[in-house]
């Protein structure tokens, strides 16, 4: 969902990402989604709606664990990448190509999850409302939403700053450099990437993307939700269901139900 990118990085995008992200521990927040399912609804769930799926780093191992999942993403060439992981699980897991604003798959799921902050790349109320609406027509009654973000009041207090990641694979160097720009107004941070790949100390490819993400504060999302059919169930830190959110909390996690009527 990059608002901005060039040739070079479209092409190679997917492979850079499962990369830069596999020290990521998708079981355990497949772990805290199934944590969530138990704690907040009262059937099973087999069915699951992937929001964002990326590669599939939720959708296989959600997949393996028996559930029914389908994934939607905007990027054709993150969803080839999810194809090809999808070995041995190819009848419980599928993908397609969609926007969250305006898909129609003509099935309801027992669950929807938008994990890795897939809704903060909706900076835009109507791009936001839209999406949820949309969320909302494909839960099945007494179903549930999950999704992630950035917690407005941890984003002030500890403001992004610029990282550097590096990456040592088959004798190449695959450098990230995520330079962010915080917008108060909106309610944003521009992220600017540059991946360099470097071989004896030599640039062989560089690319440029830039994610605009937006962070949220709790009465914000709970008027969204209710703005949508939706009512919010639960704000939780991120990874963590037995406490409290805190100021000193970058990442949430939400949970919301449709509401009665």
């Not at 969609?98 to 099935?107: I, P, Y």
């Not at 950035?150 to 590096?166: A, F, I, M």
Request: proline fraction near 4%; include cysteine; charge should be neutral.
């Amino acid at each position: 969902m990059s608002t901005e990118e060039n040739a070079v990085f479209g092409s190679s995008y997917a492979g850079a990402y499962d990369t830069f992200y596999a020290d990521k521990d998708y079981d355990a927040e497949c772990d805290l989604v199934e944590r969530v399912f138990r704690k907040h609804l009262t059937k099973p769930v087999q069915r699951i709606l992937d929001l964002g799926c990326g590669t599939g780093g939720h959708a296989m191992p959600l997949a393996r664990r028996g559930y029914t999942v389908v994934g939607i993403d905007r990027s054709e060439g993150m969803l080839q990448a999810a194809r090809a992981k999808a070995s041995g699980v190819e009848s419980r897991v599928e993908f397609h190509r969609a926007d969250l604003r305006d898909f129609e798959l003509g099935v309801k799921f027992d669950a929807a999850i938008a994990m890795f902050a897939v809704i903060g790349y909706l900076p835009q109320n109507e791009d936001l409302l839209a999406a949820l609406s949309r969320i909302r027509r494909h839960l099945a009654p007494g179903g549930l939403l999950v999704f992630d973000g950035w917690y407005g009041p941890g984003v002030l207090r500890e403001r992004p700053t610029e990282r550097v990641k590096t990456i040592e694979r088959e004798g190449e160097q695959l450098i990230r450099i995520a330079r962010p720009e915080l917008d108060l107004v909106q309610q944003t941070v521009q992220v600017n990437y540059q991946v360099l790949r470097i071989k004896d100390r030599r640039v062989l490819d560089e690319a440029r993307e830039s994610h605009r993400m937006r962070f949220f504060f709790p009465q914000e999302l709970s008027l969204l939700l209710l703005s949508t059919g939706f009512r919010m169930v639960a704000l939780h830190p991120f990874g963590d269901l037995d406490r409290p959110i805190r100021e000193t909390d970058w990442n949430f996690l939400t949970v919301a139900a449709p509401a009665a009527g």
